[in-house]
């Protein structure tokens, strides 16, 4: 079934949120895994998706050694010691 | 007694030292007096003091900040954060004396005030600002028309050399084709959705003064495509001692051009009979070595672009690595349809393809050259032989045989013949 705008959002964000502190996904995981999922989509319109995501403030790029999709979070390192 | 004994050393030299300059910002800027005292410590205890950032940033971008802590923030608290921006540079790095102020009173404003002109990717570097300055200095700098630049798994800030603006060799318009590819790719520049990083270098000709061929991952290296231009009279200008070599730019008053020009042709396609140069030019691969050392008597041919090349990175356990050719001529012109149309193929393979942390010459030598032709949808031809005849094996697989029989010359993709 083909999903909404605003349901592929909610669908990507379902990811990123499942995958939370336990494996992190990069952007191209995202696209590669709903695209496995719902063929009528195009790799454009994941893109768009995570953009909203991450313009709505509710997932973050983060960086280690790689870029990363993930929920917003104080990093360890910010912390003193 | 000094406070920074080790620091002090790297002043003693013959040449400029970051710690003369550091002592001089530490006189306005406490964080900078923390910062040396840090990397004093760090010298003596010989391990670095910085932590590593992976979420700071500003909001819709992934990249252009590159988040560092202290871990010795109670001793040094001017350095808790210490976050690097990279701002994206102009095309040439051609600035006005107003736009360096601009930057420097932004980064005053908001930062240490220590700066990089400019990083190794070709971005303005500012070193050291808090997480609470990162937005404000943001939107104070797109305010100014700057913008960040890339890092992290994304499409760096692309760098040329300053091309037709102040060289005569520039085959084709470096620093519109640097502006152009760099608007084009701002969704890939921000937000990081490729396995690693990708650069993209433009030089004007193969002299190659952005070094393009050894830091890109594609190099776009202005070439021609017809014959040299030559003025036999300058040339005998050159012989006689009236020109100096090289534009005056070597110790040498005159030119011995059968020892120092044509017996120093890679191709050995010159010679010179004492009153002409000749050039073979089919076989001339265009070093620039003749047209370096007599500028006034040749000059590249008219019709002018570029040869792409790829693949070229420095992974630490391989060692440096060239980018070899892909394409060996292609038009440089506005709006540049066909060389945007090129790149999107590559990335879009190398995302498909692509390990973490692969860049793109790592998938083709791990895929092989030929798949990577197939899916650039580029023709094989001669110039993308990286090492003539050091390696003679080919594996033919079954799909070469059955093309074959249906007629077919090289490729094993349906629609993709090639005579």
């Not at chain 2, 004492?274 to 003749?290: S, V, W």
């Not at chain 2, 070229?312 to 060692?319: D, R, T």
């Given at each position: 079934m083909a999903l909404s705008k605003a349901e592929l959002v909610e669908h990507i964000y379902k990811m990123v949120e499942a995958a939370s502190g336990k494996r992190q996904l990069k952007a191209s995981d995202l696209w590669k895994a709903v695209l496995k999922e719902h063929s009528e989509l195009d790799k454009k319109d994941v893109q768009t998706a995570i953009k909203e995501l991450i313009d709505g403030g509710r997932c973050v790029y983060t960086y280690f050694g790689g870029s990363y999709v993930e929920l917003p979070r104080v990093e360890a390192a910010a912390k003193k010691g | 007694m000094s406070k920074t004994p080790l620091l002090d050393q790297l002043e003693s030299g013959p040449?400029?030292?970051?710690?003369?300059?550091?002592?001089?910002?530490?006189?306005?800027?406490?964080q900078v007096k923390d910062?040396?005292?840090?990397?004093?410590?760090?010298?003596?205890?010989?391990?670095?003091?910085?932590?590593?950032?992976?979420?700071?940033?500003?909001?819709?971008?992934?990249?252009?900040?590159?988040?560092?802590?202290?871990?010795?923030?109670?001793?040094?608290?001017?350095?808790?954060?210490?976050?690097?921006?990279?701002?994206?540079?102009?095309?040439?790095?051609?600035?006005?004396?107003?736009?360096?102020?601009?930057?420097?009173?932004?980064?005053?404003?908001?930062?240490?005030?220590?700066?990089?002109?400019?990083?190794?990717?070709?971005?303005?570097?500012f070193l050291g600002t808090r997480t609470e300055n990162l937005?404000?200095?943001?939107?104070?700098?797109?305010?100014?028309?700057?913008?960040?630049?890339?890092?992290?798994?994304?499409?760096?800030?692309?760098?040329?050399?300053?091309?037709?603006?102040?060289?005569?060799?520039?085959?084709?318009?470096?620093?519109?084709?640097?502006?152009?590819?760099?608007?084009?790719?701002?969704?890939?520049?921000?937000?990081?959705?490729?396995?690693?990083?990708?650069?993209?270098?433009?030089?004007?000709?193969?002299?190659?003064?952005?070094?393009?061929?050894?830091?890109?991952?594609?190099s776009i290296i202005g070439v021609w495509k017809d014959d040299i231009r030559i003025d036999q009279a300058a040339v005998k200008a050159y012989a006689g001692g009236e020109l100096k070599p090289r534009g005056g730019a070597t110790p040498y008053a005159k030119l011995d051009i059968k020892a120092d020009v044509t017996d120093l042709c890679p191709t050995h396609c010159m010679s010179y009979d004492?009153?002409?140069?000749?050039?073979?030019?089919?076989?001339?691969?265009?070093?620039?070595?003749?047209i370096n050392l007599m500028p006034q008597a040749l000059r590249p041919g008219t019709e002018t672009g570029a040869t792409l090349l790829l693949g070229?990175?420095?992974?630490?356990?391989?060692?440096a690595q060239l980018s070899w050719v892909i394409q060996p001529f292609i038009v440089m012109e506005s709006p540049y349809d066909e060389f945007k149309e090129l790149n999107v193929r590559i990335t879009e393979w190398w995302a498909e393809h692509g390990k973490n942390r692969e860049r793109i010459g790592e998938l083709i030598l791990r895929l092989g050259m030929r798949e990577f032709l197939e899916a650039a949808e580029l023709p094989p031809a001669p110039q993308q032989v990286r090492i003539p005849r050091a390696n003679p094996f080919f594996f033919w697989q079954q799909s070469d045989f059955d093309a074959e029989a249906k007629g077919r010359k090289y490729y094993t993709r349906e629609g993709f013949d090639v005579e």
């Open positions: - | 040449w400029p030292s970051f710690v003369t300059d550091l002592k001089r910002m530490a006189a306005k800027k406490p910062l040396l005292a840090q990397l004093e410590r760090s010298y003596q205890e010989k391990i670095t003091h910085w932590k590593h950032g992976g979420i700071v940033g500003v909001l819709g971008y992934g990249s252009g900040i590159i988040g560092r802590y202290s871990d010795l923030a109670e001793t040094f608290p001017g350095v808790e954060h210490f976050h690097t921006m990279r701002i994206n540079q102009p095309s040439g790095w051609f600035y006005t004396t107003k736009a360096l102020r601009g930057l420097c009173d932004i980064w005053d404003k908001h930062g240490s005030g220590l700066l990089n002109m400019h990083g190794a990717t070709g971005d303005i570097i937005e404000p200095c943001f939107a104070e700098l797109t305010a100014n028309g700057w913008d960040l630049g890339g890092s992290g798994s994304t499409f760096r800030s692309p760098s040329c050399c300053l091309g037709p603006a102040r060289c005569e060799w520039a085959c084709y318009d470096t620093m519109e084709a640097c502006y152009v590819l760099t608007q084009e790719m701002q969704f890939d520049m921000h937000r990081p959705s490729y396995p690693y990083k990708y650069k993209l270098k433009f030089s004007g000709c193969p002299n190659d003064c952005v070094a393009a061929v050894a830091r890109a991952d594609l004492g009153k002409k140069l000749a050039i073979d030019n089919r076989n001339c691969n265009h070093c620039m070595h003749c070229s990175h420095a992974p630490i356990l391989e060692g």
